[in-house]
């Protein structure tokens, strides 16, 4: 066979197959590289109904993707998906168990500000009782006194239980300029030599 037709044999089968391959999104099984790979960590989601607005996620995000927006009456929780690095400690942070890692990873938009480039939950703030400071998510405080009576020595619940109560409504800061007393502490010692 002459190399003239070699080289046209060659260019006839390069149209008689496909040139490129699909993209991952084309799912086709007889494609080596056209499957999402088995494991894939992609976008985080959140569940905005477990979200309780703690922060934890903002503390552990290695690509600083994740912002808090606090207003007057509102806790923004946001994913910068951009700066992402899907590194999944905002999911092993989560005390909710609200983030899940998804094998989903198409995040390209147009503009910036696409809503779809962001994870967002809202939910409503406190505010403190005494100077009007909002300071913590209501399902925050809620949820963090329902764990603590979930998990507290039975003997001491009670004193726990109206411990918290004497600070429900008021910031950080006001609770130390009123001098807030608990019996907590106080009787400690009371509790261990009942033992
Ligand atoms: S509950 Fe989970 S997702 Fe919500 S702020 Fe806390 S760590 Fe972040
Ligand atoms: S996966 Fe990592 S980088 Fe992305 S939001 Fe979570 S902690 Fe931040």
Known sequence: MSTEIKI???VLSNYSKPMTLNYPSAVSPDRKYSQIPAGLRGI??????????????YFVCSGR????????????VE???????FCAHCQE?????AIKMTDK?????????DPSARVVTELDLLKCKICGTPYASKKFVDRAYERLMEKIDQKVKETVSSDFKKVDGYCPDCRRAN??????????????EGA
């Open 93 to 97: 942070a989560c005390p909710e168990e």
């Open 179 to 192: 001098g807030v007393g608990f019996d907590t502490h106080t009787k400690k010692h009371v509790w261990l």
């Open 8 to 10: 046209l044999k060659q």
């Open 105 to 113: 990873f198409e995040i390209a938009v147009a503009k910036r500000e």
């Open 65 to 76: 993707a994740t912002s808090i927006y606090d207003s007057d009456a509102k806790r923004k």
């Open 44 to 57: 985080p989601e959140r569940d905005n109904d477990k979200c309780i607005g703690c922060r934890a996620c």
């Open 79 to 85: 994913i910068f998906l951009f700066r992402c690095t």
